[in-house]
């Protein structure tokens, strides 16, 4: 009978040593010691996050899918929500990870998703897709001040972003909130979003 395969408590043990050895960066093993675990207790939603996030760093994507998706329906994870949007991010399948990103985001307490929601954003900003960056800046900086956190890495980034985007008073207001934190804001930007800001004062009929 299946149930009597069951055995939760050697189950924990192998989760410890699957973590040890993710620690070990023995992520074949890990696999093996997990799959194990999982088995013998498949309730144990905790190790089945474990072994999702080993197969999804393996490169088996489509079984690391399959597994944050039963941690999801059985516990609404903002972690495994996020990890399903790199999962289907590594399938360059963008509209599909932002869907779970951003179920991630809604879900997840907002100083803890603050920093993966920033990653996210600075990924979209080195490949100069500026307007996905700046989506998910956007819901990094609500997350932010929800949590009454001050971010200068957001701050800058945003600039970066909004300027890109044609938003230079937006931009502006970001420098400017950097420098106020004690921070130097690039020299460049700033003389850049100034002169367009300026441009744009002066356009506009009096």
């Not at 001040?145 to 957001?154: C, E, P, T």
């Not at 970001?174 to 460049?188: H, W």
Request: charged share 25%.
């Amino acid at each position: 009978p299946v149930a009597a395969t069951l055995d939760p408590v050697k189950a924990a043990k192998l989760h410890i040593e699957g973590i040890r050895l993710i620690k070990a960066d023995d992520l074949v093993g890990a696999k093996t010691i997990l799959t194990q675990a999982c088995a013998l207790h498949p309730q144990n939603m905790a190790c089945l996050f474990d072994l999702a996030v080993v197969l999804m760093e393996i490169g088996d994507i489509q079984l690391a899918i399959s597994k944050f998706e039963e941690v999801v329906n059985a516990d609404k994870n903002a972690k495994a929500l996020m990890n399903l949007g790199h999962c289907y991010a590594r399938m360059n399948n963008k509209e599909e990870a932002r869907h779970w990103y951003r179920k991630g985001v809604q879900l997840g307490q907002d100083e803890v998703i603050l920093e993966p929601v920033w990653q996210l954003g600075n990924s979209q900003l080195k490949n100069k897709d500026y307007q996905a960056a700046l989506a998910y800046f956007t819901e990094a900086e609500n997350k932010a001040a929800l949590a009454k956190v001050k971010d200068y890495r957001l701050l800058r980034d945003m600039a970066i972003a909004m300027h890109a985007c044609k938003r230079d008073a937006d931009a502006l207001k970001r420098l400017q909130s950097l420098q106020s934190l004690g921070y130097t804001a690039n020299p460049v930007l700033l003389a850049e979003v100034k002169q367009s800001v300026e441009s744009e004062n002066k356009s506009e009929p009096t």
